[in-house]
């Protein structure tokens, strides 16, 4: 199995200073799939999906907005780097209160799947932690103001490189 990224959008691919940029200058800030996303993040992205041909799992809540053929299609429309492999399951029953709710996801899509996580080569980038303590080694918080850096793209090649932090 290639590497796979498991990606949340919000605060990752679309940032708060790009969203300001955007609305001063008056250019659209969404387009008919919601906000746009900063070009320099999606550059970062392209870093880490082209060095591995990583596989993109979205983790991120549009999955429960549009499925994965939509969400295929604005990778398409917005020329997204990579391929966008699946989304994890959106079918669990979580607590309210549940702190580890995308790693619970995380952990059923890898059980669905067939695979053992602790033999794959995983990164997770989002700008909220909500993952299971075993997976905090492949976690990468991103700063939800800026956005995912090139920084952060080479910390995330270095986990997908070790198995982990």
Known sequence: MSSILFLDFDGVLNSGSN?????????????EFGTL????????????????????????????????????????????????????????????????????????????????ETKCSFVILDDEDEFLKEQQCHFIQINPEVGITDNDAERAMQVLYKGGL
């Open 19 to 31: 969203y300001r940029k955007l609305q001063i200058s008056g250019l659209p800030t969404k387009d």
């Open 37 to 116: 996303f900063d070009a320099e993040a999606v550059s970062s992205l392209g870093k880490i999906v082209d060095a591995r041909r990583t596989k993109i799992v979205v983790i991120s809540s549009w999955r429960y907005i549009y499925d994965l053929d939509t969400l295929q299609e604005m990778r398409r429309q917005r020329d997204l780097p990579g391929i966008l492999y699946d989304i994890t399951p959106c079918d669990i029953l979580l607590s309210l209160d549940e702190r580890c709710a995308k790693g619970i996801e995380i952990k059923e899509w890898f059980e669905r799947q067939g695979i053992d």
